[in-house]
Structure formats: C-alpha cells, structure tokens
C-alpha cells in the first residue's frame, strides 16, 4: 500500500526550529518529487515546498524561504522539512504529499494525514 | 506569483443535480511546448487530507468517478460534478504547478441543498 506519514509535529515555541518527517513506503520513493503543503486552521491549502526525485531543485514558497529547507534520504525512505524562526503564522497542518512524477511541475497524487505545528509560548 | 481565484466561494446543489466550479488564473498555465495546462483540482473533506481529482487540467485521477471531470485552457478552467452525491461534500480547490511558488486557489465549499 503506498502510504506517507507524516512526524515531528507539537508545541513549538515562537523562534524554534522543528523538524518535519515523512515516511514513505510502498512505492520507489527515489522517482518521484515531494512536496510539503500547509493549511492553517479554518483556512485553505498553502504549498510550502517542493524537492525533485534527484533532490537537485528545491523551491519554496515566499511566506518561508530562507528559514525552512526541503530534504530528502532515499536511502530511508524519508521526506524531511527544516523549520527556523518559527512565527504564529506558520502554525498549521502540515501535508507530505507526493508528485505525480519525479519533476517539481506535476501534481500531487498521494497525501499523508498530516501533522499538527502549533506555535505558542 | 499567479494569483488563483474560484467561484463560487460556496454552492448548494439538489443530490443529482449539476455543480460547476470556476478556477481562473492571473496568468496563463498552458505550456505551449507540450500544449499541457499546468492545472489539477483536489478535494477536501472535513478532517482529511485533500485528494487528487483532475490534472494537466482534464485528465481524471485513477479510482475518480466520472461524475467528476475538468476543462478549460490558458486562464480560465471549470470542474464539473455532473451528478451530485452526497459523498462529494467537501471543499474543492484548483491548484497550479506551472510556475513556483505553486499555488491554490481559496476554495469551493460544496453542500447539498
């Protein structure tokens, strides 16, 4: 069964640096890009962040580039996303989600249930 | 960054009856080079993970009813629910993956009336 599931969610204090994990199994994680995508409570989706299958372009959305950074192990199986200078806006629930192909332009065909950031003192 | 934005914000539809939702972008998604439309719609229901529907604008995910089904091209692009369930309750949203930041727009809540 294909399956991401996501980790590394909580109470964060406001300036703190989490870190996000997704798990992946059931497919050939290696060919496919990820994404991160983020929906604030009560509020729409948000795409934080995208890694290609090779892990050699990353893009992320203006709201957190330069404090978040996209990663990936292969060898694991492991989709990871750095959190810094953590803001109120940033809490949400954050989405794993795969691409359709292994190119950061494709859509995202499978989500995992999310983990919860929230950011208080 | 293109700015993606839907109508309605919500609509309430008669069980078997038709809803449409528009999606427009700011700018166009079509890549001339593979004449593909950059464009996929998700559907969200409450508590959980949104769910692919539609990409490259029209093309309906595997396992997707065919009550669901999507058109359009450059700018302005339509999902259509020719049949509604109640099981399709939810939020729709169109997203686009031309260009980054990738970016949704606001959402379609979808109740029965």
């Known amino acids: 069964e294909v399956q991401l599931v996501e980790s590394g969610g909580g109470l964060v204090q406001p300036g703190g640096s989490p870190r996000l994990s997704c798990a992946a199994s059931?497919?050939?994680?290696?060919?496919?890009?990820m994404h991160w995508v983020r929906q604030a409570p009560g509020k729409g989706l948000e795409h934080v962040a995208v890694?290609?299958?090779?892990?050699?372009?990353?893009y992320y959305a203006n709201s957190v580039k330069g404090r978040f950074t996209i990663s990936r192990d292969d060898s694991k199986n492991t989709l990871f996303l750095q959190m810094g200078s953590l803001r109120a806006e940033d809490m949400a629930v954050y989405y794993c989600?795969?691409?359709?192909?292994?190119?950061?332009?494709?859509?995202?065909?499978?989500w995992g249930k999310g983990t919860t950031v929230t950011v208080s003192s | 960054d293109i700015v993606m934005t839907q109508s309605p914000d919500s609509l309430a539809v008669s069980l078997g009856e038709r809803a449409t939702i528009n999606c427009r972008s700011s700018?166009?998604?079509?890549?001339?080079?593979?004449?593909?439309?950059?464009l996929a719609w998700y559907q969200q229901k409450p508590g959980h993970p949104p769910k692919l529907l539609i990409y490259?604008?029209?093309t309906r995910e595997s396992g997707v009813p065919d009550r669901f089904s999507g058109s359009g091209s450059g700018t302005d692009f339509t999902l259509t629910i020719s049949s509604l369930q109640a099981e399709d309750v939810a939020v729709y949203y169109c997203?686009?993956?031309?260009?980054?930041?990738?970016?949704f727009g606001p959402g379609t809540k979808v109740d029965i009336k």
């Open positions: 989600a795969r691409g359709s192909t292994g190119s950061c332009y494709s859509s995202m065909d499978v």
């Open positions: 059931g497919f050939s994680f290696s060919s496919y890009a």
């Open positions: 890694i290609s299958s090779n892990g050699g372009s990353t």
């Open positions: 700018q166009s998604v079509l890549y001339s080079s593979n004449n593909r439309n950059y």
């Open positions: 490259w604008a029209s």
């Open positions: 997203q686009q993956y031309y260009s980054t930041p990738f970016t």
